[in-house]
């Protein structure tokens, strides 16, 4: 690695200068790793041997990763990710595993982010800035468990009925003929927030079945790239660990989709192959 422009596979990363540039350089570095962590799984498990010396785990800012060993220089020009993750491989769970790697890749984006911070002289404010647009990401650990948290949604934006992950039922709004077994979904449009408040719901019940409905669509986040849905973009549900992925990040199409009985995702797949 060489502060003068990373450099990964012959490309030349740029020197994040600013707070919206060492932003992307974070977004791009974690959307490598949440890539080897959940897509990419089975490649970056079998990279990880423990067999090999101290491997690292990079993220590089054109959302690509790497398994190599660390960088000779001491000290490092950049900060370094955890060393030594595939000597605990094969002594841990395979989850247990890869929630440690995210852990350890999510103190790493920090580290790197702020690092870049001090060397441009980010005063409280940048600094504060940039915590911020960092903090209302979740977390690697958080997509690869699946335990992504999210304030509630007091905006009443999510009008069209939520997804049931206990019903296993289709719930696109586009087509009602969906097949049983697979769930997906082009989740709802936000309405025009116009000012005008909506007349209550009769019956204390219904009100408070809206408002979880509500809350779960709200933390609905695609467990491949962390990012929230958009207006008409197609969704699918895995039927194992039933987690929302976008149509585009697992290369699911809706006529594709309608032909799956059930659906498993890229790293619930790679697991029952291993078994």
Not at 7 to 22: A, D, F, L, S, Y
Not at 52 to 58: A, Q, R, T
Not at 188 to 200: A, F, I, R, T
Not at 225 to 244: A, K, S, T
Request: contains cysteine; glycine residues 10%; charged residues 30%.
């Amino acid at each position: 690695m060489n502060f003068g422009g990373e450099k990964m596979e012959g490309i030349q990363h740029p020197i994040p200068r600013t707070v919206e540039e060492v932003f992307t350089d974070f977004k791009g570095r974690r959307a490598g790793l949440i890539k080897a962590l959940t897509l990419e799984v089975e490649k970056f498990y079998q990279q990880c041997d423990p067999e090999k010396e101290n491997l690292c785990l990079y993220g590089f800012p054109n959302e690509t990763w790497e398994v190599n060993l660390p960088v000779e220089e001491v000290p490092p020009e950049l900060p370094e990710p955890a060393l030594g993750i595939n000597f605990a491989r094969d002594g841990m769970q395979e989850k247990d595993w890869l929630s440690l790697v995210a852990v350890h890749s999510d103190s790493w984006l920090l580290s790197v982010a702020f690092y870049f911070g001090a060397r441009f002289g980010f005063g409280k404010s940048e600094r504060r800035r940039l915590f911020q647009m960092i903090n209302d990401l979740p977390t690697v650990f958080e997509l690869v468990t699946g335990n992504v948290k999210q304030p509630k949604d007091h905006s009443g934006a999510h009008t069209n009925g939520s997804k049931s992950k206990s019903s296993g039922k289709a719930q696109s709004r586009q087509s009602e003929s969906q097949p049983k077994g697979v769930k997906m979904s082009a989740l709802p449009k936000e309405e025009d927030k116009s000012g005008e408040v909506e007349e209550e719901e009769e019956g204390g019940e219904e009100e408070g079945e809206e408002e979880e409905e509500d809350d779960e669509q709200g933390a609905t986040l695609c467990g491949a790239c962390g990012d929230n849905y958009g207006p008409d973009e197609f969704w699918i549900c895995c039927d194992v660990c039933e987690r929302w992925f976008h149509g585009k990040c697992v290369k699911i199409t809706p006529a594709k989709a309608e032909h799956i009985k059930q659906y498993k995702c890229p790293s619930c797949s790679t697991k029952r192959a291993r078994v």
